[in-house]
């Protein structure tokens, strides 16, 4: 479908509505984001939780991963049950309430405010995504240019994030940073209640209809589970719980990867698809696995890389110590400057008829982002001779894989949108959001071995990140050469 408002910077009137949603939603999720395994690990005296670095880095990798899990039943709501529009109102209001429980200065609600975050993320997350597809007609050339345009005003939510509760955990507190959140994804809520005509109508009803009874048993369902939630997270914050994150994460991440595989192997087989559809998931699949890795590598800016920046980086410019937050701000400001760039690549090479498949444009970005660990084998190196390291080794590293992340990840939401069969629209961006939280569990396991103890041994750990997912990234490309003959007959059937 195509909006009839007024076109926001060459795109769907709708698409400001969710530009600026996703802005200041991000703006909450990486502001606090950055500040959690630093908040984890800091001593007592600094108002931190004393955790070691190798659970720190897990809890971590099991906050990112079910941020991202919660995906897909938060998809599968809003195609059943409630629509897009009201599952990104919901989960917006809920992730709001999340952060508003972590700016309280008391260390056992802690978790509760990280539960709050995730469920409300798993709402949001994936359906603000699809609805940005559903603003586009099948054969419109604007569909990847306008991902594109999405992505940045994720990075300015982010940059946003970073710059106010990196600068407010220094010279005011943790807690304060976590309120900096709060008010941040209030700020989005306004705005998107005020600009909802925008959207035309996208999302505004849920894809499949069900039966009265199906209804019921689906809301007894989720009550169910969130009253169960809510007993594990009680007796966690009491202490009648205990586990170890190493363990859960490891078995965590098997899991996910199970229910990945599984759910996606069910729409393929039992999805009624015709001929051309399953060529489509078949692509997407390859995109998929090319997403699981690239997090990997990617997700390392939240824990070991900001780990290396608070310990190893000079971070001193005169009098000013600049926030360990901050550093990963580069990424951002990277994607702002060179968004415009791909966005406009992507067209013109369309114009020439020189169009890469969607795993390929993924297969390059994961190689680009890979050589950026090979920079940080070099940085570990000098690390580990003692020196605390100049900050242009982080920033070249943030640059290579914001190289990276913009040739693969608006490109790998492009297609889910354009390759996902339209029934399954929502359940499909849900399932590649997967991808994100299997990437990012084991980025925080693969981070909990760069122990701040044992400097001498991150150059080889760098280089193994590197060396394996440039590997990796020669298989998809390879492969992709066969998925782009499955792109064009799916084309040709839907033209």
């Not at 900050?391 to 640059?399: D, K, Q, S």
Request: aromatic share 14%; net charge neutral.
């Amino acid at each position: 479908m195509t909006t009839k408002t007024k076109d926001f910077l060459g795109q769907p009137g709708g698409l400001s509505t969710l530009f600026f949603t996703e802005m200041w939603e991000r703006m909450s999720y990486y502001g606090m984001r950055a500040l959690l395994v630093l908040f984890m690990t800091a001593s007592i005296q600094e108002g931190g939780l004393v955790i070691t670095v190798a659970s720190a880095t897990a809890i971590y990798g099991l906050y990112t991963g079910a941020v991202y899990f919660m995906g897909l039943p938060g998809g599968w709501i809003a195609d059943r049950l409630i629509g897009g529009q009201r599952a990104v109102w919901y989960g917006g209001i809920i992730i709001m309430l999340g952060h508003i429980v972590l700016a309280i200065p008391n260390d056992s609600t802690f978790f509760v405010g990280l539960v709050l975050v995730v469920l409300g993320t798993g709402l949001l997350k994936p359906n603000i995504g699809a609805m940005v597809g559903q603003l586009y007609a099948d054969n419109d050339g604007r569909r990847d240019s306008g991902y594109t345009l999405y992505y940045l005003g994720i990075n300015l939510g982010s940059i946003i994030g970073y710059i106010v509760c990196g600068y407010l955990q220094v010279e005011m507190g943790w807690h304060w940073a976590f309120g900096a959140a709060a008010i941040g994804m209030g700020i989005g809520l306004i705005q998107y209640r005020l600009t909802l005509h925008k959207l035309d109508g996208a999302g505004a009803q849920p894809m499949v209809a069900m039966s009265a009874t199906a209804n019921k048993r689906a809301w007894q369902i989720i009550t169910l589970f969130l009253f169960a939630l809510a007993g594990v997270t009680y007796a966690m914050i009491s202490g009648q719980l205990s586990f170890d994150p190493v363990t859960m994460a490891q078995y965590t991440a098997i899991a996910i990867t199970v229910v990945f595989l599984a759910y996606y192997a069910g729409i393929f087989f039992l999805g009624n698809l015709d001929g051309n559809e399953k060529r489509s998931v078949g692509a997407l699949f390859l995109v998929c696995l090319a997403s699981i890795f690239f997090w990997t590598g990617f997700e390392q800016a939240g824990s070991s890389l900001n780990l290396f920046g608070r310990d190893y980086t000079e971070r001193m410019l005169g009098d000013f110590e600049i926030p360990t937050a901050w550093f990963q701000s580069a990424n951002s400001f990277f994607i702002i400057l060179l968004s415009p760039f791909f966005a406009a690549l992507w067209i013109n090479l369309a114009k020439r008829m020189l169009t890469p498949s969607y795993g390929l444009k993924c297969a390059i970005g994961l190689i680009i982002m890979a050589t950026g660990f090979l920079v940080m084998f070099f940085a570990a190196q000098a690390a580990a001779s003692g020196l605390r390291v100049a900050p242009y080794w982080l920033v070249a590293t943030y640059f290579l894989h914001t190289v990276g992340e913009l040739c693969l990840s608006p490109v790998a939401l492009a297609a889910v949108s354009k390759l996902s069969p339209k029934r399954f629209a929502g359940q499909m961006m849900g399932v590649f959001v997967l991808t994100y939280s299997i990437g990012n569990v084991i980025a925080g396991l693969l981070a909990g071995n760069f122990d701040p103890n044992k400097v001498e041994d991150m150059p080889d750990l760098y280089l193994q990140i590197s060396l394996f997912t440039i590997a990796i990234g020669i298989v998809i490309f390879l492969v992709s050469f066969k998925t782009k003959a499955w792109e064009k007959l799916a084309d040709h059937k839907r033209a």
